[in-house]
């Protein structure tokens, strides 16, 4: 019977984890299903153009949560900044032609509509609300100055590597010696979890990259290597998208301020 009880404590609390992962990955999920779906029904005829409609639609969801209280407005804070960010790489990345969005629309900048910038905020939206719904908390952080630090660097790489060498390798290592020591102590059910802080970096880098795979299949964007034809996104990219958590994790945790960080003192650098 005692063995009986635990596993169905187990099956539970792994069902409350699934509950929550959805939870925190409402605006994200909803904005793929969105975009899969419109690229399956979205008719010819329709008034407006499809990237456009999403642009309203991703507004609406965020009022939707806020007014549902789903959503905090410090997590809706989180999710303007991350679309400025992103926004602003996407103005670059498009002239540099690293891809293009091949259809229409009318509320854009350049060659960049304005939904894009919800994409980059889906995952800020994950993270913030992530922090808040499993209580994390973390030990062994590096100090705020190093993370902002390291951040901004991986920031400017992605558009300096268009012209100078690319510092991608000596961000890997820098990744790993500031955060290689952190980790993530969540709650779930009344039980802890302890995970190092690389492994969630990771794991979502694979998840963007998966989430992108269905993007370019519904043709959101496409790179230069599926405009004649689709073809799954090179599994480099997730290297991308885990660089990218690492400024969206530093980013949310400075405008949060949600962290409980501990042993600052002895990490490297300190």
Same mark, same amino acid.
């Given at each position: 019977?005692?063995?009986?009880?635990?596993?169905?404590?187990?099956?539970?609390? #792994?069902?409350?984890?699934?509950?929550?992962?959805?939870?925190?990955?409402?605006?994200?999920?909803?904005?793929?299903?969105? /975009?899969?779906?419109?690229?399956?029904?979205?008719?010819?005829? +329709?008034? %407006?153009?499809?990237?456009?409609?999403?642009?309203?639609?991703?507004?609406?969801?965020?009022?939707? #949560?806020?007014?549902?209280? $789903?959503?905090?407005?410090?997590?809706?804070?989180? /999710? %303007?900044?991350?679309?400025?960010?992103?926004?602003?790489?996407?103005?670059?990345?498009?002239?540099?032609?690293?891809?293009? *969005?091949?259809?229409?629309? %009318?509320?854009?900048? @350049?060659?960049?509509?304005?939904?894009?910038? =919800?994409?980059?905020?889906?995952?800020?939206?994950?993270?913030?609300?992530? $922090?808040?719904?499993?209580?994390?908390? #973390?030990?062994? *952080?590096?100090?705020?100055?190093? +993370?902002?630090?390291?951040?901004?660097?991986?920031?400017?790489? =992605?558009?300096? !590597? !268009?012209?100078?060498?690319? $510092?991608?390798?000596?961000?890997?290592?820098?990744?790993?010696?500031?955060?290689?020591?952190?980790?993530?102590?969540?709650?779930?059910?009344?039980?802890? +979890?302890?995970?190092?802080?690389?492994?969630?970096?990771?794991?979502?880098?694979? #998840?963007?990259?998966?989430?992108?795979?269905? +993007?370019?299949?519904?043709? %959101? $964007?496409?790179?230069?290597?599926?405009?004649? @034809?689709?073809?799954?996104?090179?599994?480099?990219?997730?290297?991308?998208?885990?660089?990218?958590?690492?400024?969206?994790?530093?980013?949310?945790?400075?405008? !949060? !301020?949600?962290?409980?960080?501990?042993?600052?003192?002895?990490?490297?650098?300190?």
């Amino acid at each position: 019977m005692t063995t009986l009880a635990a596993k169905i404590s187990t099956l539970e609390t #792994l069902l409350r984890f699934a509950a929550l992962q959805v939870s925190a990955a409402v605006f994200g999920i909803a904005l793929l299903a969105l /975009i899969a779906l419109s690229h399956l029904f979205w008719p010819e005829s +329709a008034p %407006i153009d499809r990237y456009d409609a999403l642009f309203i639609a991703a507004v609406l969801i965020q009022i939707a #949560l806020l007014a549902a209280k $789903w959503e905090t407005w410090d997590e809706a804070k989180v /999710i %303007i900044v991350f679309h400025l960010v992103g926004t602003v790489m996407e103005l670059f990345k498009t002239a540099a032609g690293a891809w293009i *969005y091949p259809e229409e629309s %009318i509320l854009r900048i @350049g060659q960049v509509p304005l939904f894009t910038g =919800f994409m980059y905020s889906a995952v800020g939206s994950y993270i913030a609300r992530s $922090w808040r719904l499993y209580q994390m908390t #973390l030990e062994g *952080y590096p100090r705020q100055l190093y +993370a902002g630090l390291l951040a901004a660097a991986i920031y400017v790489n =992605f558009f300096a !590597h !268009h012209y100078v060498w690319d $510092w991608r390798l000596l961000l890997f290592a820098a990744t790993v010696l500031l955060f290689g020591r952190c980790w993530a102590t969540i709650r779930v059910a009344n039980r802890s +979890a302890r995970f190092p802080l690389l492994v969630l970096f990771l794991s979502v880098g694979v #998840l963007i990259w998966v989430a992108e795979n269905i +993007a370019t299949a519904a043709n %959101i $964007w496409l790179y230069p290597s599926q405009q004649n @034809g689709w073809t799954p996104v090179s599994s480099a990219k997730i290297g991308s998208w885990f660089l990218l958590m690492i400024i969206s994790f530093v980013l949310a945790s400075t405008l !949060h !301020h949600r962290t409980e960080l501990s042993d600052q003192d002895d990490q490297p650098g300190s």
